[in-house]
């Protein structure tokens, strides 16, 4: 049985959601966000700190955001006002579901993907996602103006940066060790004696190996193999799960990537809709990982007309792009992918991890 997976924000929404509510609730709460979405992908794949997986920005920010007023109630109604959905994903979802059972695994919070789900006419029983139950956790007053101090603090500091060759804090520059020092004293020594500070332990955010958990459920629950797999990712938290698919023989997909996500696929897709996922995902359906791979060189409309791809679905061919990803040209698709997804998703959105 061939199954669909996908990510959310990015191949189904232009969102992303934490970063709004961050921006949203906290003052000065993009740059705040930024800071700590770059000390989140430090601390997952460069530190690789145990028990820390990427995606864990939505943990981080979540003492945060209760301190300047956010509720589970104010989250939810913020979150279903400000759905901003890729052209044709809810149509790609039908699409997909005429074919085969389709998923979703994404690091957003549960009252995000609810919203969502409800938008697209998709089942939310078929959705993985971050639970959040913000209320439960107190807030002692003297806490709450520590974190508000802290959280201005965190906007002002410079961004964090390092070399590829990276491996932990002796490489970073002055400047990003200062920083990391800080946000680690701040996480991980002050806020851990905190009441707030079980929400950092409690929370669990679906990213990195999380999903890649994700995707093995599913496969448990239906009973497929890692090979009838098509997984669609654009970020840092999809990359443990890419890999898991094309290890496995199935079909990665990094669809208007990051680095990270173009690193984990082994198929690139670029577009200003999701028309060009649907195609793939017929062919998928038909043929499998092998009968996608097999069409790449011969990619254009008599192709794919020949392979049966319907005729509505090409009209999606125009401002598209697609290819195998290889050693000699993956930083070619890098460069183009993220010009793509800066272009799509904008300049906020397109730089984080």
């Known amino acids: 049985m061939r199954i669909f997976v996908t990510d959310c924000e990015g191949p ?74 890729m052209p044709g994903a809810k149509e790609t979802l039908q699409i997909v579901r005429k074919k085969m059972p389709a998923f979703i695994i994404s690091t957003s919070y549960e009252p995000y993907i609810r919203a ?14 971050t639970e959040l139950e913000l209320d439960c956790y107190p807030l ?6 520590y974190l508000r101090g802290v959280a201005g603090e965190v906007a002002r500091m410079p961004m964090i940066e390092w070399g590829e060759e990276a491996t932990g804090l002796v490489d970073l520059p002055k400047a990003g060790r200062r920083v990391v020092q800080r946000l680690n004293q701040v996480f991980w020594e002050e806020m851990a004696g905190m009441q707030i500070g079980r929400v950092l332990a409690e929370v669990d955010p679906v990213g990195g190996e999380g999903k890649a958990a994700a995707v093995r459920a599913i496969l448990q629950k239906t009973g497929a193999e890692v090979s009838e797999v098509m997984y669609v990712g654009d970020s840092i938290t999809d990359l443990q799960a890419l890999e898991l698919v094309k290890g496995g023989g199935g079909l990665a997909v990094s669809f208007n990537g990051n680095a990270y996500a173009i690193q984990g696929a082994h198929v690139a ?39 049966g791809v319907e005729e509505e679905q090409l009209a999606h061919l125009l401002g598209s792009e697609i290819g195998e990803i290889t050693p000699d040209n993956q930083g070619l698709w890098t460069r183009r992918s993220q010009q793509f997804r800066t272009e799509v998703r904008g300049v906020r959105i397109g730089s984080l991890g």
């Open 12 to 85: 189904i929404s232009k969102n992303d959601n934490a970063m709004e509510l961050a921006a949203h609730f906290v003052p000065h709460g993009e740059g705040f966000f930024s800071l700590l979405s770059k000390y989140d992908d430090y601390l997952a794949y460069v530190e690789k700190r145990p028990g820390y997986k990427a995606g864990d920005t939505l943990r981080l920010i979540l003492p945060f955001l209760k301190a300047f007023g956010a509720t589970d109630k104010r989250i939810e109604e913020f979150s279903r006002a400000n759905i901003l959905l």
């Open 116 to 129: 969502l789900c409800e938008v697209i006419d998709f089942p939310f029983e078929a959705a993985y996602c």
């Open 140 to 145: 002692p007053q003297e806490e709450e103006g």
């Open 269 to 307: 897709c670029l577009g200003k809709d999701t028309g060009i996922i649907s195609i793939v995902a017929q062919l998928f359906a038909a043929g499998g990982a092998d009968g996608v791979m097999t069409m790449l060189p011969q990619w254009g409309e008599e192709g794919l007309r020949s392979a």
